[in-house]
């Protein structure tokens, strides 16, 4: 069974930072990308950072780039999210996903998969 599990959220200080962790388990999948969402309150999910396991790519939205910084830990299942600078508009719900980019685009639904989240709050 495929298993994600974020960690590291948290109560933090505009200007502070905060190192979000994800750890995912039971696949064993050849090319992927591990990636972060966040939803704050009354607003639709959005995408955050994403790398992708073939080459090590990786992607940021237009709001954090140059702030957050997405990296691998000791091995490929675990993906880091330093977050610093934080602003009041980071706070939100944090989830890691992770995606299977080696099937054909019919069945990649099928191996697209969420953790449960952490929550940061950026305060003043």
């Known amino acids: 069974e495929v298993q994600l599990q974020a960690s590291g959220g948290g109560l933090v200080q505009v200007g502070g930072s905060l190192r979000l962790s994800c750890t995912a388990s039971g696949f064993r999948w050849d090319h992927y990308v591990i990636g972060w969402f966040r939803q704050a309150p009354g607003k639709e999910r959005e995408g955050v950072s994403w790398i992708s396991s073939t080459d090590g790519s990786t992607r940021y939205d237009d709001d954090v780039q140059g702030r957050f910084i997405i990296s691998y830990g000791s091995s490929k299942n675990t993906v880091y999210l330093q977050m610093n600078s934080l602003k009041p508009e980071d706070t939100a719900v944090y989830y890691c996903?992770?995606?299977?980019?080696?099937?054909?685009?019919?069945?990649?639904?099928?191996?697209?998969?969420w953790g449960q989240g952490t929550e940061v709050t950026v305060s003043s």
């Open positions: 996903e992770a995606r299977d980019t080696g099937v054909i685009a019919p069945l990649a639904p099928m191996y697209h998969y």
